[in-house]
């Protein structure tokens, strides 16, 4: 459980986001994680209880904070002030995916704004750095006074796709929706293809979205960040095959799920979507058609990085040329 580099001792702990993650991320690390208990009372107060000793370490807290969100916040927050209370040398928080971020922005008079919000209360707990992976957008890291270090989904499906040889002009990486458009280009710059849009469809009129862009007999990679409740690529997916489209297929990073995502998607005209580990998600709330792709290996690079102060950014962009 205790890594020793250059008089540097370091523990990485899981809370109950995504433990299945956190023991591949400690695995990288050449650790196993360290022991802890987290509990509810009957009335829902956590309680947690760190089984030993992190005086003058760097600890590495692992927590993906998905459904139920507001839990897995608390367990972490509650986790923090543990850390500090127990004389950890650091508390580098491990956000594989950062909920509350979609609401970056007041986009309606008196809105909130959330990403603010948890960045707050992570500082303010305690926490020393937080690593994350796709933040639903970059701004983001502006909101906290601490080191984030945000890593990218998108070498990871570049070497998926490369390796399917899915590449060059008969494919064409599409955004489903206007927002997306970044994501998008940088994926087909891995991939040497072209892009397009969906321009989503108007409330109500499920047939009134059209692509921006040259679709027809080519196969569509569609890219997004979050993969809720599959209603945006089923929809993307009908748009696309309407404007001619050969085959679709789909990639997010963070894959929720949340109901009725596997009815939808089933239903969906995609042959094939993968998403990352970043969240966990029971197999019966995954469609037909899921591939899963590991960040572990990114995400426990990035720790091993962090923890023997050298360089993260190599990880954010991978070269062509380090491509199989």
């Given at each position: 459980?205790?890594?020793?580099?250059?008089?540097?001792?370091?523990?990485?702990?899981?809370?109950?986001?995504?433990?299945?993650?956190?023991?591949?991320?400690?695995?990288?690390?050449?650790t196993t994680l360290g022991k802890c208990t987290v509990k509810q009372f009957s009335d829902g107060e956590i309680a947690i209880n760190v089984e030993e000793t992190v005086r003058g370490y760097d600890?590495?807290?692992?927590?993906?904070?998905?459904?139920?969100?507001?839990?897995?916040?608390?367990?972490?927050?509650?986790?923090?002030?543990?850390?500090?209370?127990?004389?950890?040398?650091?508390?580098?928080?491990?956000?594989?995916?950062?909920?509350?971020?979609?609401?970056?922005?007041?986009?309606?008079?008196?809105?909130?704004?959330?990403?603010?919000?948890?960045?707050?209360?992570?500082?303010?707990?305690?926490?020393?750095?937080?690593?994350?992976?796709?933040?639903?957008?970059?701004?983001?890291?502006?909101?906290?006074?601490?080191?984030?270090?945000?890593?990218?989904?998108?070498?990871?499906?570049?070497?998926?796709?490369?390796?399917?040889?899915?590449?060059?002009?008969?494919?064409?990486?599409?955004?489903?929706?206007?927002?997306?458009?970044?994501?998008?280009?940088?994926?087909?710059?891995?991939?040497?293809?072209?892009?397009?849009?969906?321009?989503?469809?108007?409330?109500?009129?499920?047939?009134?979205?059209?692509?921006?862009?040259?679709?027809?007999?080519?196969?569509?990679?569609?890219?997004?960040?979050?993969?809720?409740?599959?209603?945006?690529?089923?929809?993307?997916?009908?748009?696309?095959?309407?404007?001619?489209?050969?085959?679709?297929?789909?990639?997010?990073?963070?894959?929720?799920?949340?109901?009725?995502?596997?009815?939808?998607?089933?239903?969906?005209?995609?042959?094939?979507?993968?998403?990352?580990?970043?969240?966990?998600?029971?197999?019966?709330?995954?469609?037909?058609?899921?591939?899963?792709?590991?960040?572990?290996?990114?995400?426990?690079?990035?720790?091993?990085?962090?923890?023997?102060?050298?360089?993260?950014?190599?990880?954010?962009?991978?070269e062509k040329k380090d491509f199989k």
């Open positions: 459980m205790t890594e020793q580099n250059s008089e540097k001792k370091f523990k990485i702990f899981s809370l109950n986001g995504n433990q299945p993650l956190a023991e591949k991320i400690a695995a990288v690390c050449g600890t590495y807290l692992v927590q993906a904070t998905n459904e139920p969100v507001n839990d897995y916040y608390m367990e972490l927050l509650i986790m923090i002030d543990a850390m500090k209370r127990a004389s950890a040398k650091t508390v580098n928080v491990v956000l594989p995916y950062y909920g509350y971020a979609r609401q970056d922005r007041t986009a309606k008079p008196h809105e909130p704004i959330t990403a603010k919000l948890i960045a707050n209360l992570l500082s303010d707990a305690g926490a020393t750095r937080v690593l994350t992976l796709d933040l639903h957008t970059v701004q983001v890291q502006g909101f906290f006074d601490i080191p984030v270090d945000n890593l990218f989904t998108m070498p990871l499906f570049a070497h998926y796709y490369r390796e399917k040889n899915m590449i060059g002009d008969d494919y064409v990486v599409v955004s489903p929706k206007n927002s997306g458009v970044q994501r998008a280009r940088s994926l087909s710059e891995y991939l040497d293809t072209t892009i397009a849009i969906v321009d989503e469809a108007e409330e109500g009129k499920a047939d009134s979205g059209y692509v921006i862009g040259d679709v027809a007999g080519k196969v569509c990679i569609m890219v997004d960040d979050i993969l809720n409740t599959g209603e945006v690529f089923q929809k993307a997916a009908a748009t696309l095959k309407k404007a001619g489209a050969k085959e679709v297929v789909a990639c997010a990073s963070h894959g929720l799920l949340s109901p009725p995502a596997k009815e939808c998607l089933d239903q969906a005209d995609i042959k094939e979507i993968c998403i990352t580990d970043s969240v966990f998600t029971p197999a019966e709330r995954h469609p037909k058609q899921l591939k899963i792709i590991s960040c572990a290996d990114l995400m426990g690079e990035a720790v091993k990085r962090i923890h023997n102060n050298q360089s993260v950014s190599p990880l954010f962009t991978v």
